[in-house]
């Protein structure tokens, strides 16, 4: 958290740099491979269902998780939301999706890199104190957002590292086009949400979104993939969290988790995913 930070998930895999936030893995579902800004401005022609090409084709009826899914603890919440979907109802009723592939754990008090380090709370971080589920969201670098979602234990959170874009592609290429440079290349799918300011970008997710209740709130939540299979935990790469080097023996610890393989993780690490396969040949 420190201001910045990042990393590790496995299964289908996606980059971003800075960012902040948890222990036990619950029913992540997955196949391999298979949003409350007041008034975002969108010209399109309310958002044409695009589904990933990454999994699968036909969206089926998704569920959202309610409350007694986020009660855990923070490393386990971590791992749970891999394959988990965040959707972002517009103004407009345009509902934006998004796969996570990507998170990280900030554990609270004796985590170093977290902005609850020591128990610190205030006004900016008391999210991370908050019922399990509440969403904390912060500015970075005074213009880019990052979205966390605390666990249980006080002052932890998971931060969301990157999404695997499965609705709404056109409107969030717009959103993250009026971020970018006049003339820049189109962004490929994969690029839209493969970092946690992109991906709050992408999926318009505001400053105003901190504190609410990812459990309850009518305009973003989180839901369950019913067609996606369990995910094997050894498609799971636990490796360093991204951006926050400076905090000693805290910068090192594996508390970021991916999908391996999965082509909208934000940032690879090799070392780790060797360990994982090594370990999977031994078994």
């Not at 309310?46 to 923070?74: N, V, W």
């Not at 990280?104 to 008090?109: K, Q, R, S, T």
């Not at 946690?196 to 979104?209: E, H, V």
Request: proline letters at 5%; glycine letters at 6%.
């Amino acid at each position: 958290m420190a201001g910045r930070k990042r990393k590790q998930l496995s299964l289908t895999a996606a980059p971003d740099k800075a960012a902040n936030t948890h222990e036990k893995q619950t029913d992540l579902k997955l196949n391999v491979s298979p949003a409350k800004q007041k008034k975002p401005i969108l010209n399109v022609d309310r958002a044409e269902i695009e589904e990933s090409h990454y999994f699968t084709q036909t969206r089926p009826d998704l569920h959202r998780l309610g409350e007694e899914f986020f009660k855990q603890p923070c490393v386990s919440l971590a791992k749970a939301f891999l394959g988990k979907v965040l959707v972002h109802r517009c103004e407009d009723g345009t509902e934006l999706r998004g796969r996570i592939v990507e998170t990280e754990a900030y554990l609270g008090g004796e985590d170093k890199a977290s902005h609850s380090a020591g128990g610190k709370c205030t006004e900016r971080n008391k999210a991370m104190f908050m019922k399990p589920g509440t969403i904390y969201v912060y500015p970075i670098y005074g213009i880019y957002l990052c979205m966390n979602v605390s666990s249980q234990g006080d002052g932890a959170a998971v931060l969301l590292r990157s999404l695997e874009p499965l609705q709404g592609q056109s409107v969030m290429r717009q959103l993250r086009a009026a971020r970018r440079k006049e003339g820049a290349r189109q962004l490929k799918d994969k690029e839209l949400c493969n970092g946690p300011s992109k991906l709050c970008q992408a999926l318009n997710i505001a400053r105003c979104f901190d504190r609410r209740d990812l459990a309850s709130d009518a305009e973003v939540w989180l839901e369950r993939d019913p067609s996606t299979n369990p995910a094997d935990p050894y498609d799971v790469v636990a490796a360093s969290r991204i951006g926050i080097e400076s905090h000693g023996e805290w910068a090192k610890k594996p508390l970021r988790f991916y999908l391996r393989g999965h082509p909208c993780v934000s940032v690879v690490n090799k070392e780790a995913e060797r360990l994982v396969s090594a370990f999977n040949c031994n078994e």
